[in-house]
C-alpha cells in the first residue's frame, strides 16, 4: 500500500525557520522526483520544490533562497527546510512522487506563519 506521511508544521514567527519531511512507503523511493506542494486557504494547490531522482533540484520563485528541499533515499523520506518565514507561506504542506507520476495524497502539514 502506498503512503505519504507529512510531518513537522507547526505555528512559527516571521522569519522564524521550520523543517518538514514526508516518509513515503510502498513505492521505490529512489527512482521517483519528488515535489513538496501548499495549499493555502481559498487557493488552489501550488508547487513550492522538487527534486530529481538524481538530486537535482528547483523551486518556486516565491521561496527561492529561503527553502531547501533534499532527500534520503535510505529512509524513503524528502525534506523541506524552511528559512526567513513569510505570513504568506502559511498552508498545508503535501509531497508528492513528480509528474508524470502521482500517488493517492497524504494528509499534509500545517505550517501556520504569525506574530
Known amino acids: 500500500q502506498v503512503q505519504l506521511v507529512e510531518s513537522g508544521g507547526d505555528l512559527v514567527q516571521p522569519e522564524g525557520s521550520l523543517g518538514l519531511s514526508c516518509a513515503a512507503s510502498?513505492?521505490?523511493?529512489?527512482?521517483?522526483?519528488m515535489n513538496w506542494y501548499r495549499q493555502a486557504p481559498g487557493k488552489q494547490r501550488e508547487l513550492v520544490a522538487g527534486i530529481t531522482s538524481g538530486g537535482r533540484t528547483n523551486y518556486a520563485d516565491s521561496v527561492k533562497g529561503r527553502f531547501t528541499i533534499s532527500r534520503d533515499n535510505a529512509k524513503s523520506t524528502v525534506y523541506l527546510r524552511m528559512n526567513r518565514l513569510k505570513p504568506e507561506d502559511t498552508a498545508v504542506y503535501y509531497c508528492?512522487?513528480?509528474?508524470?507520476?502521482?500517488?493517492?495524497w497524504g494528509q499534509g502539514t500545517q505550517v501556520t506563519v504569525s506574530s
Open positions: 510502498g513505492i521505490i523511493f529512489s527512482i521517483y522526483g
Open positions: 508528492n512522487v513528480a509528474p508524470p507520476y502521482s500517488v493517492p
